[in-house]
């Protein structure tokens, strides 16, 4: 069983974690300065148009457009995937713009958006920006393991599932594998989520098994271009 994945982000070791530690602190609205429109945890821009992203439950994406003094509309086509918390609103960091908050409240994929309201569309200048987001549940308590330069084994129990979070670039591309499906099965399968490497594993049968990755494609990063993690099932 395999799954080959473009990742993003960077992190110091690879761990393993049984569960989530919940959404960003923004999304979350505890020791937050700044709005639910601004603050995220992770950010699209113009750039991004037609991209898809990967969130958690309870964490949020941030869509920023330029503003263009004309109206901006923003839209959520599931707002039981992610919800919109806030009507666009004008903002200055580098530069004048647009900016509104979905926060993601249920698993599934959603589309969202923002569109000029009056534009007069051209190649580069589209009026419409569109983005897929999908969104996953991981399990709740948390555990860390070793750092990727250490032998890394994990026990787990039957029907026990573990969260796996990985160090990685935007642009690598991995191969990861189960060596047995019968002991360990992907409940989430590796996907991008902001900063991290990140899936579901589920141990199905007792016995001991391998989660292996190398790299594919992208530049090798300072703690090497592969990683094993050795899970032992128990009854």
């Known amino acids: 069983m395999k799954g080959e994945l473009l990742t993003t982000g960077a992190g110091m070791a690879m761990i393993l974690l049984l569960g989530a530690c919940g959404g960003g602190v923004c999304a979350a609205g505890s020791m937050c300065a700044c709005p639910r429109e601004y603050c995220g945890d992770e950010y699209i821009f113009e750039t991004d148009n037609g991209k898809a992203f990967n969130l958690q439950v309870g964490q949020e994406i941030v869509e920023r457009l330029a503003d263009r003094l004309t109206p901006v509309e923003a839209y959520t086509t599931d707002p039981s995937v992610l919800k919109q918390v806030s009507e666009p609103k004008k903002e200055f960091v580098s530069r004048h713009e647009f900016a509104t908050g979905f926060i993601a409240v249920g698993t599934g994929s959603a589309h969202i958006g923002m569109v000029y309201q009056q534009c007069e569309e051209s190649a580069q200048s589209p009026c419409r920006f569109e983005f897929l987001v999908n969104v996953v549940r991981f399990p709740k308590t948390t555990v ?20 796996i979070s990985a160090p990685s670039e935007r642009t690598d591309r991995w191969n990861v594998v189960i060596d047995n499906p019968g002991i360990l099965r992907w409940s989430v399968e590796p996907i991008v989520m902001p900063s991290l490497l990140e899936g579901v594993i589920e141990a199905t049968g007792v016995g001991t098994a391998h989660l292996s990755a190398n790299l594919q494609a992208g530049q090798e990063p300072w703690w090497g271009n592969s990683w094993k993690l050795t899970v032992k099932v128990v009854s």
């Open 144 to 163: 860390a393991v070793q750092a990727l330069d250490h032998p890394t084994v994990v026990t787990l129990r039957v029907g026990e599932s573990a969260r």
